[in-house]
Protein backbone atom coordinates (compact mmCIF):
# COMPACT_ATOMS: atom_id res chain seq x y z
CA UNK A 1 0.00 0.00 0.00
CA UNK A 2 1.52 3.50 -1.01
CA UNK A 3 1.74 6.19 1.93
CA UNK A 4 -0.64 8.27 -0.40
CA UNK A 5 -3.50 5.81 0.30
CA UNK A 6 -2.39 5.28 3.99
CA UNK A 7 -2.65 8.49 4.78
CA UNK A 8 -6.08 9.25 3.25
CA UNK A 9 -7.99 6.23 4.15
CA UNK A 10 -6.12 7.48 8.04
CA UNK A 11 -7.67 10.47 7.79
CA UNK A 12 -11.25 9.59 6.41
CA UNK A 13 -11.48 7.44 8.79
CA UNK A 14 -10.82 10.12 10.97
CA UNK A 15 -13.08 12.29 9.08
CA UNK A 16 -15.76 9.65 9.14
CA UNK A 17 -15.63 9.21 13.05
CA UNK A 18 -16.19 12.88 13.45
CA UNK A 19 -19.34 12.85 11.71
CA UNK A 20 -20.88 10.20 13.83
CA UNK A 21 -21.14 12.76 16.54
CA UNK A 22 -24.50 14.30 14.61
CA UNK A 23 -26.14 11.02 15.91
CA UNK A 24 -25.27 11.45 19.53
CA UNK A 25 -24.68 15.47 20.72
CA UNK A 26 -28.57 15.87 20.70
CA UNK A 27 -28.11 14.26 24.03
CA UNK A 28 -25.47 16.53 25.76
CA UNK A 29 -26.91 20.04 24.21
CA UNK A 30 -28.05 20.87 27.71
CA UNK A 31 -24.42 20.48 29.52
CA UNK A 32 -22.06 23.14 29.58
CA UNK A 33 -19.84 23.84 26.50
CA UNK A 34 -16.80 23.76 28.90
CA UNK A 35 -17.87 20.62 30.63
CA UNK A 36 -18.02 18.88 27.19
CA UNK A 37 -14.76 20.08 25.98
CA UNK A 38 -13.06 19.16 29.14
CA UNK A 39 -14.41 15.81 29.02
CA UNK A 40 -13.73 15.03 25.91
CA UNK A 41 -9.54 16.33 26.00
CA UNK A 42 -9.78 14.07 29.81
CA UNK A 43 -10.79 11.16 27.95
CA UNK A 44 -8.12 11.47 24.80
CA UNK A 45 -5.55 12.17 27.37
CA UNK A 46 -6.46 9.61 29.50
CA UNK A 47 -6.49 7.24 26.64
CA UNK A 48 -3.21 7.78 25.28
CA UNK A 49 -1.65 7.77 29.28
CA UNK A 50 -3.25 4.42 29.18
CA UNK A 51 -2.18 3.10 25.94
CA UNK A 52 0.83 4.28 25.43
CA UNK A 53 2.15 3.79 29.39
CA UNK A 54 1.19 -0.14 29.23
CA UNK A 55 2.54 -1.03 26.10
CA UNK A 56 5.33 1.60 24.89
CA UNK A 57 6.09 3.98 27.81
CA UNK A 58 8.95 5.54 26.57
CA UNK A 59 6.78 7.56 23.98
CA UNK A 60 5.18 9.38 26.81
CA UNK A 61 8.98 10.45 27.80
CA UNK A 62 10.11 13.86 26.65
CA UNK A 63 13.41 16.08 27.47
CA UNK A 64 12.46 18.97 29.98
CA UNK A 65 13.21 21.27 27.16
CA UNK A 66 10.91 20.40 25.24
CA UNK A 67 7.79 20.63 28.00
CA UNK A 68 7.39 24.26 27.42
CA UNK A 69 6.52 24.33 24.25
CA UNK A 70 4.50 21.36 24.07
CA UNK A 71 2.44 23.18 26.56
CA UNK A 72 1.62 26.24 24.84
CA UNK A 73 1.50 23.83 21.57
CA UNK A 74 -1.50 21.48 23.62
CA UNK A 75 -3.31 24.94 24.18
CA UNK A 76 -3.31 26.21 20.43
CA UNK A 77 -4.10 22.84 18.90
CA UNK A 78 -6.49 20.18 21.31
CA UNK A 79 -7.61 23.51 23.42
CA UNK A 80 -8.76 25.61 20.82
CA UNK A 81 -10.24 23.14 18.87
CA UNK A 82 -12.28 21.18 21.46
CA UNK A 83 -12.78 24.36 23.60
CA UNK A 84 -13.36 26.62 20.49
CA UNK A 85 -16.12 24.75 17.80
CA UNK A 86 -17.79 23.95 21.19
CA UNK A 87 -18.55 26.57 22.41
CA UNK A 88 -19.25 28.20 19.04
CA UNK A 89 -21.98 25.63 18.29
CA UNK A 90 -23.79 26.73 22.14
CA UNK A 91 -23.61 30.19 20.36
CA UNK A 92 -24.00 30.16 16.56
CA UNK A 93 -25.84 27.74 14.29
CA UNK A 94 -23.90 24.08 13.59
CA UNK A 95 -23.65 25.69 9.73
CA UNK A 96 -21.88 28.72 10.39
CA UNK A 97 -19.80 27.03 12.71
CA UNK A 98 -19.01 24.67 9.65
CA UNK A 99 -18.29 27.01 7.69
CA UNK A 100 -15.88 28.89 9.54
CA UNK A 101 -13.97 26.26 10.85
CA UNK A 102 -13.99 24.58 7.37
CA UNK A 103 -11.66 27.30 6.40
CA UNK A 104 -8.86 25.85 7.99
CA UNK A 105 -8.01 23.99 4.76
CA UNK A 106 -7.61 26.83 2.63
CA UNK A 107 -5.43 27.89 5.54
CA UNK A 108 -3.13 25.18 5.96
CA UNK A 109 -2.93 24.72 2.08
CA UNK A 110 -1.80 28.38 1.50
CA UNK A 111 0.51 28.37 5.03
CA UNK A 112 1.99 24.90 4.10
CA UNK A 113 3.72 26.72 1.24
CA UNK A 114 5.43 28.91 3.52
CA UNK A 115 6.33 26.81 6.51
CA UNK A 116 6.43 23.15 5.22
CA UNK A 117 7.63 24.08 1.56
CA UNK A 118 4.75 21.88 0.36
CA UNK A 119 4.19 23.49 -2.87
CA UNK A 120 -0.08 22.73 -3.79
CA UNK A 121 -1.12 22.01 -7.41
CA UNK A 122 -3.66 24.34 -9.15
CA UNK A 123 -6.20 21.93 -8.64
CA UNK A 124 -5.68 21.46 -5.08
CA UNK A 125 -5.98 25.01 -4.62
CA UNK A 126 -9.42 25.16 -6.29
CA UNK A 127 -10.54 22.06 -4.75
CA UNK A 128 -9.98 24.56 -1.15
CA UNK A 129 -12.09 26.91 -2.79
CA UNK A 130 -14.65 24.66 -4.16
CA UNK A 131 -15.04 22.61 -0.63
CA UNK A 132 -15.43 25.89 1.22
CA UNK A 133 -18.86 26.57 -1.32
CA UNK A 134 -19.55 22.69 -0.59
CA UNK A 135 -19.72 23.21 3.02
CA UNK A 136 -21.08 26.67 2.84
CA UNK A 137 -24.21 25.08 0.59
CA UNK A 138 -25.03 22.83 3.50
CA UNK A 139 -26.26 25.77 6.08
CA UNK A 140 -29.05 23.57 6.64
CA UNK A 141 -27.58 20.29 8.25
CA UNK A 142 -28.96 21.18 11.27
CA UNK A 143 -31.52 24.62 11.72
CA UNK A 144 -30.61 26.23 14.67
CA UNK A 145 -28.07 26.16 17.10
CA UNK A 146 -27.99 25.30 20.63
CA UNK A 147 -28.99 29.23 21.61
CA UNK A 148 -31.59 28.95 18.69
CA UNK A 149 -29.38 31.36 16.40
CA UNK A 150 -29.70 30.71 12.83
CA UNK A 151 -27.70 31.12 10.10
CA UNK A 152 -28.85 34.09 8.50
CA UNK A 153 -29.30 35.76 12.06
CA UNK A 154 -26.58 37.97 13.62
CA UNK A 155 -23.72 36.42 14.37
CA UNK A 156 -22.62 36.67 18.89
CA UNK A 157 -19.06 37.68 18.37
CA UNK A 158 -18.21 35.41 21.25
CA UNK A 159 -19.69 32.53 18.96
CA UNK A 160 -17.58 33.60 16.06
CA UNK A 161 -14.61 34.15 17.79
CA UNK A 162 -14.33 30.62 19.30
CA UNK A 163 -15.50 29.22 15.96
CA UNK A 164 -12.09 30.91 14.70
CA UNK A 165 -10.17 29.47 17.29
CA UNK A 166 -10.97 26.30 16.23
CA UNK A 167 -10.35 26.66 12.73
CA UNK A 168 -6.99 28.09 14.39
CA UNK A 169 -6.32 25.13 16.11
CA UNK A 170 -6.96 22.62 13.55
CA UNK A 171 -4.53 24.57 11.17
CA UNK A 172 -2.06 24.67 13.73
CA UNK A 173 -2.09 21.17 14.72
CA UNK A 174 -1.87 20.13 10.60
CA UNK A 175 1.02 22.47 10.07
CA UNK A 176 2.72 21.33 13.27
CA UNK A 177 2.11 17.66 12.92
CA UNK A 178 3.19 17.02 9.26
CA UNK A 179 6.38 19.51 10.03
CA UNK A 180 7.39 16.96 12.71
CA UNK A 181 6.61 13.67 11.02
CA UNK A 182 9.23 14.85 7.94
CA UNK A 183 11.76 16.56 10.28
CA UNK A 184 11.32 13.65 13.07
CA UNK A 185 11.18 16.12 16.09
CA UNK A 186 9.82 13.13 18.17
CA UNK A 187 7.10 10.74 17.42
CA UNK A 188 3.73 11.17 16.30
CA UNK A 189 2.58 9.35 19.05
CA UNK A 190 4.58 11.67 21.59
CA UNK A 191 2.86 14.94 20.37
CA UNK A 192 -0.08 14.40 19.86
CA UNK A 193 -0.64 12.58 23.35
CA UNK A 194 1.18 15.54 24.94
CA UNK A 195 -0.93 17.92 23.20
CA UNK A 196 -4.08 16.25 24.55
CA UNK A 197 -2.75 16.03 28.19
CA UNK A 198 -1.62 19.78 28.06
CA UNK A 199 -4.72 20.63 26.45
CA UNK A 200 -7.08 19.38 29.30
CA UNK A 201 -4.94 21.30 31.56
CA UNK A 202 -5.83 24.74 29.44
CA UNK A 203 -9.67 23.61 29.29
CA UNK A 204 -9.98 22.86 32.92
CA UNK A 205 -8.06 26.05 34.15
CA UNK A 206 -10.63 27.98 31.82
CA UNK A 207 -13.31 26.19 33.53
CA UNK A 208 -12.65 26.77 36.64
CA UNK A 209 -12.05 30.77 35.96
CA UNK A 210 -15.35 30.63 34.67
CA UNK A 211 -18.20 28.47 34.88
CA UNK A 212 -16.78 26.28 37.75
CA UNK A 213 -17.26 22.77 38.15
CA UNK A 214 -20.81 22.71 40.05
CA UNK A 215 -22.77 21.36 36.62
CA UNK A 216 -20.48 18.19 36.68
CA UNK A 217 -22.87 16.22 39.14
CA UNK A 218 -25.92 17.22 37.43
CA UNK A 219 -24.65 15.26 34.31
CA UNK A 220 -26.26 11.62 33.83
CA UNK A 221 -25.22 8.53 33.88
CA UNK A 222 -26.68 8.67 29.52
CA UNK A 223 -24.92 11.45 29.54
CA UNK A 224 -21.51 10.06 30.35
CA UNK A 225 -21.53 7.26 28.06
CA UNK A 226 -22.18 9.47 25.09
CA UNK A 227 -19.31 12.21 26.45
CA UNK A 228 -17.41 8.62 27.00
CA UNK A 229 -18.12 8.42 23.45
CA UNK A 230 -17.24 11.94 22.35
CA UNK A 231 -14.25 11.65 23.92
CA UNK A 232 -12.18 8.23 23.25
CA UNK A 233 -13.74 7.74 19.51
CA UNK A 234 -14.35 10.78 18.29
CA UNK A 235 -11.31 12.56 19.86
CA UNK A 236 -8.66 10.13 20.93
CA UNK A 237 -9.29 7.73 17.65
CA UNK A 238 -10.73 10.63 15.17
CA UNK A 239 -8.13 13.25 16.36
CA UNK A 240 -5.44 10.47 16.29
CA UNK A 241 -5.64 8.69 12.95
CA UNK A 242 -5.79 12.42 11.28
CA UNK A 243 -1.91 12.76 13.19
CA UNK A 244 -1.23 9.76 12.15
CA UNK A 245 -2.04 9.90 8.19
CA UNK A 246 -0.40 13.17 8.57
CA UNK A 247 3.08 10.89 8.41
CA UNK A 248 2.25 10.06 4.79
CA UNK A 249 0.29 13.06 3.00
CA UNK A 250 0.74 16.56 3.04
CA UNK A 251 -1.52 18.96 5.21
CA UNK A 252 -3.32 20.18 2.30
CA UNK A 253 -4.57 17.00 1.28
CA UNK A 254 -5.42 15.69 5.08
CA UNK A 255 -6.86 19.01 5.57
CA UNK A 256 -9.32 18.81 2.58
CA UNK A 257 -9.75 15.00 3.02
CA UNK A 258 -11.01 16.20 6.78
CA UNK A 259 -14.28 17.88 5.43
CA UNK A 260 -15.57 13.75 4.52
CA UNK A 261 -17.01 14.77 7.99
CA UNK A 262 -19.82 16.44 6.45
CA UNK A 263 -20.82 14.16 3.96
CA UNK A 264 -20.70 11.18 6.81
CA UNK A 265 -22.68 13.21 9.10
CA UNK A 266 -25.58 14.13 6.25
CA UNK A 267 -25.99 9.95 5.75
CA UNK A 268 -25.48 9.16 9.01
CA UNK A 269 -28.49 11.57 9.99
CA UNK A 270 -30.44 10.80 7.30
CA UNK A 271 -29.79 6.64 8.21
CA UNK A 272 -30.09 6.88 11.94
CA UNK A 273 -32.50 9.98 12.69
CA UNK A 274 -34.60 9.58 9.47
CA UNK A 275 -33.62 13.50 9.10
CA UNK A 276 -34.51 13.62 5.38
CA UNK A 277 -31.60 15.39 3.74
CA UNK A 278 -32.20 19.04 2.02
CA UNK A 279 -31.31 19.90 -1.31
CA UNK A 280 -28.89 22.19 0.46
CA UNK A 281 -27.10 18.85 1.75
CA UNK A 282 -27.21 17.13 -1.25
CA UNK A 283 -25.71 19.59 -3.32
CA UNK A 284 -23.28 20.01 -0.98
CA UNK A 285 -22.58 16.22 -0.41
CA UNK A 286 -21.79 16.35 -4.07
CA UNK A 287 -19.31 19.44 -4.57
CA UNK A 288 -17.36 18.14 -1.33
CA UNK A 289 -17.32 14.95 -2.87
CA UNK A 290 -15.80 16.14 -5.98
CA UNK A 291 -13.30 18.40 -4.14
CA UNK A 292 -12.05 15.79 -2.62
CA UNK A 293 -11.47 14.00 -5.76
CA UNK A 294 -10.00 16.58 -7.55
CA UNK A 295 -7.47 17.25 -4.72
CA UNK A 296 -6.62 13.76 -4.21
CA UNK A 297 -5.81 14.08 -8.12
CA UNK A 298 -3.72 17.22 -7.22
CA UNK A 299 -1.82 15.70 -4.33
CA UNK A 300 -0.93 12.92 -6.67
CA UNK A 301 0.24 15.78 -9.47
CA UNK A 302 2.27 17.66 -6.55
CA UNK A 303 3.74 15.21 -5.53
CA UNK A 304 5.28 13.73 -8.77
Not at 88 to 94: D, G, H, Y
Not at 148 to 176: C, D, K, N, R, Y
Request: aromatic share 12%; proline share 3%.
Amino acid sequence: MSDQIRGSLLVLFGAFLWGTLVVVTSGVTWIQPATVAVVRAGLAALGCVLWLGTRTPRLLRVAPRDFLWLFFYGGATAGFMYAGFTIALSRLSVATSEVIFYTFPLFTTILGVFILRERPSGMQVFSCLLLLSGVASMTALTGKGNAGVSFHASFPLEGVLAAVLSMLGMTIQSLVARKNARKNWMPTETLFSWAQIFGFVWIALYKSLTTGWSDVPDVTPASWLILAYMGLVCTLLAYGAYNLGLRYISAATASMLASFEMVTAVVLAALALGAVPTAGEVIGSVVILIALVLGTCGAERATA
